[in-house]
């Protein structure tokens, strides 16, 4: 179906894209493909309303390099079109999706073909990539160099490093490694008017604000993200899994706390609540470690091979100064072989009519975390559950993990009910001290709860937006704007 | 006391998980759900489908294929609408080399569903491309269409054909984007690939196999496709294993190791998405060619490919006993063929 948008002008196309060449679409198959990304919700309107004929986009390229990708913003401030940096559409809140109100032609801008590494300096360990790399694949080849990212968000296989920049992501090993934040020295970035600029260029810098740290998790609002460099470290000669049981979280919680605090860097720590525990680990697993009741808890050292067992060493002695319950390795063993499955399985509910899933990641100091914990738990959802488990851990704080199941009712509409759900959930945390988001980004999902949590900011940020993309055309509506 | 609630709740817990996954943890829709799986997947196998990363096109991963097929099934009205008559083209743009079904966790034959599907949905290109390989020119005593049959679509015809072709093939390389064929004499043009692959380690042939390979470091370059439509992906990392063990100096390419390669010379990809099969090939160059001094393959048509990538030769003309599938080798190696039929 043909949009009431201005339809655009490709006889002016900078040279270097065409449809002959494969580096521009209309084509419908792939408008259809682009129109939405694993925002939950946008599953919940295909199951009860079947594919839409209205195409959230008009076109989509593919920049091969940052010159190419410039020259077509040049463009596109020319035509006056709005544009959307995407990755590889894997993102769950919505973040890639125009807004209804945007009434210019929208070109999304699949950075999927920008997929070099340009350079690797071994004596710093750093590496520069382009954004267009799925995760799976630049950690393969980072391995082979005998290097790590240590960045392992759940859909490695199918997400992007320029999506982990523009949404602030965090692997599962990310107690060690830190999020992808701590792994950035420098963002290279395409502006609104097509000019192309570094960020950064040593580990740290007092040569005024952090312009790395401004950019990163603006979904691209800011600018386009185009390369980055990374540290990387090397690969680990030891990994020691240890498993415990404990009543509830609190105990695990103020483990955890204590092992942070300490000093020690376990690469994993995982806290399932008693409900989580039950529905999602593996009962088999859980019954050769020898689980019986309550909460389960998996950490995870590695690194050089005496230094790892000697934190390993270390805490254990702490787990049994607090009277921790040890379980048999084999249980986190187990969660690290499958450790990519669980999202992946999360999709069967949602496939089933009446079924609303999905997960909300907050995080809180340690002053606040339980508290947001019981907050969110005891939300008034209707008939559904609230799982939840707590995966990233710091000094000062952690985050939560909720996973929320619910029937949407006969009477309802499912998509209408998700977003009571989520609206008393975001309510609930807020209030209790959360931040709403940890990882996930903010999306259209959240894109009215930013402006509650940062209320006086946002003004602010308007102001910074209107300095980066004057005429707001990088995935505008989106940061609460 | 306390024991009644335990009484009461163990069953409860043990019932309602069983109802959990025998329900809801499996997708509805018995035999429909494969493509059903798909659509709400987030893609575990994307990362490993060559067509989707080399084009970075979302409407070509294996997820989206299914969803494809998924939606006009169920929602056929709408679906027309959606497509505005245009073919399911994405579900030809597949080198067909199977590891969606291989990483698919739900256990869903990705690749051979969508093999059926190409059957039934008709694509211009494809068939225009069937309609060649049938040919009287290229198939002129009719072994092909007696072998796979008129209704067959491109790349089962191709696999066919290579199937029946025998050779042996080593490609030199001297500098970045220069390839020289040292034909399909690396061994012997009399032996069959089958008669390579499966040679013990005690066979003579091998004592020729060590004389042409020692002394440079060779990387491997097989078709995942090809091995798996002839069967003989197991083969191949057998001999892989044999001549490591004879010293010669064998390497794999990144990435994912023998059972990885698509340079996109694979099936009847090339012909089909010409562009997104070069920039394959030169992917594969840049990250693994450099690594060696040399390539081999058991695929003539990844040879060709490279070729036709790499090379612009007006030089280049077709040996006797080559068809397009094999494509042309170098001037220079004809007369080493024809050394090769007199030994």
Known sequence: MISSRRILDFQSLPPVFSERIGNVSRDPHVLSAYSQDLWPRKLLELRESGPSSQFTVDCVVWPENTEALSEFVRWAAREDVSLYPYGAGSGVCGATIPGPLESRPRVLVDLKRMRKVRWLDRKSQVVCAEAGWIGENLERTLNQEGFTLGHFPSSIYCSSLGGYLATRSAGQLSTKYGKIEDLVLSIECVLADGTTLETGRAPRSAMGPDWTQLLLGSEGTLAFFTAAQLQVSQMPELRVFQAFQLEGVELALGYARTLLQSGLRPAVVRIYDPLETQLALNSTALKTAGFETGAVMIVMYEGRARLTQTEADEGVTLADQMGLRRLNESLARHWWEHRYDVSYKQQLILSHQHMILDTFEVAATWGQLEQVYHAVKSASIGPGLILAHFSHFYPTGANIYFTMVAHSGFLRSAPERYDEIWGKMMAAALDAGATLSHHHGSGLLKNEWIRREKQGWIPLFEKVKRGFDPENRLNPGKMGL | ?343
């Open chain 2, 1 to 343: 006391m306390a024991s009644i609630p335990k009484i009461v709740s163990i069953p409860v817990k043990w019932v309602s998980k069983k109802i959990i996954h025998h329900s809801l943890l499996r997708f509805p829709g018995g035999a429909k759900a494969d493509a059903l799986a798909c659509t709400y997947c987030p893609e575990l196998c994307r990362f490993s489908c060559s067509p989707s990363v080399v084009s970075g096109n979302d409407a070509v991963t294996p997820s989206n294929k299914m969803g494809l097929l998924y939606k006009e099934r169920e929602w056929p009205d709408q679906f027309q609408d959606v497509s505005q008559g245009v073919a399911l083209w994405p579900i030809y743009d597949c080198t067909g080399c199977g590891r969606c079904t291989h990483y698919c966790l739900h256990g869903v034959p990705v690749a051979e569903t969508l093999f059926r599907a190409r059957a039934s949905h008709p694509y211009v290109p494809a068939e225009e491309l069937s309609r060649s390989f049938l040919s009287e020119e290229m198939d002129p005593w009719g072994e092909l269409n007696e072998e796979v049959g008129q209704k067959d679509r491109a790349d089962q015809l191709f696999a066919a054909e290579v199937a029946r072709h025998p050779a042996h093939v080593v490609i030199e390389v001297d500098e970045p984007k220069t390839v020289h064929y040292l034909g399909y004499r690396g061994v012997s043009t009399a032996l069959s690939w089958q008669s390579v692959l499966m040679a013990p380690s005690s066979d003579p042939i091998w004592s020729r196999i060590q004389e042409r390979l020692n002394g440079k470091r060779w990387l491997i370059v097989e078709s995942s496709w090809l091995n798996r439509r002839l069967g003989r992906s197991d083969q191949v990392l057998q001999w892989v294993e044999r001549a490591r063990g004879l010293g010669i100096d064998l390497i794999t390419p990144h990435q994912t190791g023998t059972d990885c390669v698509d340079t996109g010379g694979e099936g009847a990809y090339s012909w089909l998405f010409r562009e997104q099969a070069a920039q394959m090939a030169r992917d594969f160059w840049q990250r693994d060619a450099h690594r060696a001094d040399s390539l081999l393959c058991f695929s003539p048509r990844i040879a060709s490919h490279f070729q036709n990538v790499f090379l612009s030769d007006s030089s280049v003309v077709s040996p006797p006993g080559t068809n397009r599938f094999c494509g042309g080798v170098p001037a220079e190696i004809l007369s080493l063929l024809e050394l090769a039929k007199h030994e």
